[in-house]
């Protein structure tokens, strides 16, 4: 079984900044794409950022040039450094992960969700 665990979410001011970090384990073999999605109140789940084991990275236009996505591979994580937080931007934030489990096919994972609200 694979896990996907997520943290630094939480309240920040609108301008501040949150780190979010999602640590995937359990029986991995692979992992190719890892990144994050959220959903706001009242509107549909959207890609906030990913990033496949190719290195090509993708961002959603209304967080491109104040959220970077990383990875540290040996540590099975992607982190989302966000930055000059707005008050759009609150949303529960989900991070998932396309792995390749040990004997076993490729599948998408998904954490749990982490809430991250910017008060204006």
């Known amino acids: 079984q694979v896990q996907l665990e997520e943290s630094g979410g939480g309240l920040v001011q609108a301008g501040g900044s949150l780190r979010l970090s999602c640590v995937a384990s359990g029986s991995i073999f692979s992992i190719d794409t890892m990144g994050w999605y959220r959903r706001a109140p009242g509107k549909q789940r959207e890609l906030v950022a990913d990033?496949?084991?190719?290195?090509?990275?993708n961002y959603a236009d209304s967080v491109k040039g104040r959220f970077t996505l990383s990875r540290d591979n040996a540590k099975n994580t992607v982190y989302l450094q966000m930055n000059s937080l707005k008050p759009e931007d609150t949303a529960v934030y989900y991070c998932?992960?396309?792995?390749?489990?040990?004997?076993?096919?490729?599948?998408?994972?998904w954490g749990q969700g982490i809430q991250v609200t910017v008060s204006s």
């Open positions: 998932y992960a396309k792995v390749q489990p040990r004997a076993r096919a490729w599948s998408v994972y």
């Open positions: 990033d496949n084991s190719g290195g090509s990275t």
